[in-house]
């Protein structure tokens, strides 16, 4: 794990550079292909300067293949003369090579792929390196050896294939190949070579420069935040250690766990009740068992939910939740109650920051509260909404539902323990939420109401907040 950043920065340079290479290399090839096509482009045009020359002088219009051999024979030997040719060849359009007494060079034939390319009228061009002068000339043995001079001598070759036509025809009527000495071209690859070097060394060195500084900041960073997870784990398991250590020793803790267990116990005697009551009863007074099952429901959970937090208020462990975090574990225990009442549910922050574990954890007391009486409020299809947002010196929770209203005289009495007209609901519920908002020194009230909907909410002083900072998240 050392030695990670290291090894990712140098296969990613490693990488780069084979990049480099192989881009340098496929430019390279077209740069040289460019440079002799070039050549034999002005030589193309320069042989059908001498051949149409070449027929205006004695009228022959290359009727028969007699006339054409000697036009093209007068078009080579002419051509041959510019400078650093060392050999030619003349062939007909079927590629057999024309023998000319004036120029002495070994037979050969035109390749077929070669001849298919000529034949639409395009020359070619072949840069030939360190090749063998005796496979061009018949009598170049004889000769070095009279001279006393190497016998199996090499050079820098271009071969250029030049199509003969008239120049506004279309069809082959033969083949003038040029042989050229050209050391120069060897220089010119040579120095093309140092300018593509020159420049990869310069791409490289600049792109590895960014990539080792943005490798090794995110790197950095990375570090950074496994540092911060791994603190934050160690602090997580010590508050779990602490808090398992003085659920078992405390007293609160054992009181605690005695009253959720005297509780528990008859309300899961009055749901079974009920549950026998409802299956045996088919007269009206079925759907007052039902009512009367989903609220022993209820009343075990807000007595599971206010026993954990009593007994975390009790002990000695401290810790920061976010209100991120606070988001996620709302989302958690609401949604399935959504999905199950056919209702959508979504969340939207315009800030974050730190609340202490108790604090947080009587908010999420408030909020699933609010949000689950928003649910049963909203019909089936409909939205409920907690958005979080910044005032001035509070954060405020508000939960959005698209119900039909709260009236005026249940707006009075809205905050005191009073009977219920909604399935499943103790009527004790926003009572129990507004005692717990004052405990903590927040505020809980009805923001508005109407038959489109209504909408509660829970204002934390800024106070309470550990630390708050600005940002934009939903979900």
């Known amino acids: 794990m050392k030695f990670l950043p290291i090894i990712g920065i140098g296969l990613t340079l490693i990488i780069f550079a084979a990049a480099i290479f192989l881009v340098s290399l496929h430019l390279r090839g077209q740069m040289r292909q460019q440079i002799i096509n070039r050549d034999a482009e002005v030589l193309h045009s320069v042989a059908l300067a001498y051949l149409d020359q070449a027929v205006s002088s004695d009228g022959s219009e290359l009727e028969n293949a007699a006339k054409r051999k000697g036009v093209f024979t007068k078009v080579l030997l002419k051509t041959s003369q510019m400078r650093n040719v060392i050999a030619a060849r003349l062939f007909t359009p079927g590629s057999r090579q024309i023998t000319i007494p004036e120029i002495v060079v070994n037979e050969i034939e035109i390749p077929e792929q070669d001849l298919k390319i000529l034949k639409t009228l395009n020359p070619i061009a072949e840069y030939r390196q360190n090749a063998r002068l005796d496979k ?10 009279a001279s006393g001079k190497d016998d199996d001598p090499t050079a820098n070759l271009l071969e250029v294939d030049i199509p003969l036509h008239r120049k506004d025809g279309e069809k ?9 000495g050209k050391e120069s071209l060897k ?15 310069i791409v490289f060195f600049v792109g590895g420069f960014i990539i080792v500084v943005g490798l090794g900041w995110a790197f950095h960073r990375l570090e950074s935040s496994n540092r911060l997870l791994k603190q934050r784990t160690q602090d997580l398991l010590h508050a779990n250690e602490e808090l398992t250590v003085a659920a078992k020793s405390s007293a609160v803790g054992a009181i605690t766990a005695h009253l959720m267990h005297d509780l528990k116990n008859p309300l899961f005697s009055l749901q079974m009740l009920a549950n026998q009551m409802a299956e045996e009863d088919s007269s009206e007074t079925n759907d007052k068992w039902r009512t009367a099952i989903d609220t022993t429901k209820r009343i075990q959970s807000m007595v599971n939910e206010v026993t954990r937090v009593l007994s975390d208020d009790q002990s000695a462990v401290k810790y920061e939740l976010s209100l991120a975090e606070l988001r996620e574990v709302i989302e958690s225990k609401v949604l399935p109650l959504a999905q199950e009442s ?23 007391l408030i909020l699933q509260n609010l949000i689950h009486n928003a649910i049963q409020a909203t019909p089936e299809g409909k939205e409920v ?29 809205l905050f005191t323990p009073q009977r219920s007209s909604k399935r499943g609901s103790s009527g004790i519920g926003l009572a ?8 903590i020194g927040a505020v809980l009230e009805l923001k508005s109401t109407s038959e489109q909907g209504s909408v509660f909410r829970l204002a934390l002083p800024e106070s309470l907040l550990l630390e708050k900072q600005i940002a934009f998240s939903e979900s």
Not at 387 to 411: C, K, S, T
């Open 136 to 145: 061009i000339f018949t009598n170049y043995s004889s000769y070095t050896k």
């Open 385 to 413: 909404k907690m958005v979080l947002i910044n005032q001035d010196d509070y954060v405020a929770f508000e939960v959005h539902d698209e119900g039909p209203g709260i009236n005026e005289a249940m707006q009075e009495t």
């Open 342 to 364: 056919n209702v959508r549910f979504s969340s939207w922050a315009a800030v974050d920051g730190q609340l202490s574990n108790r604090t947080g954890n009587l908010v999420i």
């Open 432 to 439: 129990i939420s507004k005692q717990l908002a004052n405990h």
């Open 187 to 201: 220089k010119e690859f040579a120095s093309l070579d140092q300018h593509l070097l020159r420049q990869g060394g």
């Open 172 to 180: 082959l009527l033969g083949v003038a190949q040029l042989i050229f």
